[in-house]
């Protein structure tokens, strides 16, 4: 079992950064790849970017390609989403997941909470 606690979500102005973490409880971090997902109101949940065991792997979403980077510390059992030059498209809570596959966009394992994040003028 693992448990996902994300952190970091606020608001923000256009044109802003933010960095999203994700903490994990458990002694097999290092085996999950690991991803973020978003959900904005009245939409469906949509994949934002994935990242393989040990971190040299990364697969993002058209939409947030050279905005967004995803990283890893194993050693802090610790993601992260750096956010830079939002949108109010982005505007949206943030969740992240684990996956025993390895690094993919679907059918992840195990599920944070989630933690908003509001992009505005």
């Known amino acids: 079992q693992v448990q996902l606690v994300e952190s970091g979500g606020g608001l923000v102005q256009i044109g802003g950064s933010l960095r999203l973490s994700c903490t994990a409880s458990g002694r097999t971090f290092s085996t999950y790849a690991m991803g973020w997902f978003r959900q904005a109101a009245g939409k469906e949940r949509e994949f934002v970017a994935t990242i393989g065991r040990v971190g040299s792997n990364t697969v993002y979403a058209d939409s947030v390609k050279g905005r967004f980077t995803i990283s890893r510390d194993n050693a802090k059992n610790t993601i992260y989403l750096q956010m830079n030059s939002l949108k109010p498209e982005d505007t949206a809570v943030y969740y992240c997941?684990?996956?025993?596959?390895?690094?993919?966009?679907?059918?992840?394992?195990?599920w944070g909470q989630g933690t908003q994040v509001t992009v505005s003028s």
């Open positions: 997941a684990a996956r025993r596959r390895g690094i993919g966009d679907y059918e992840y394992d195990y």
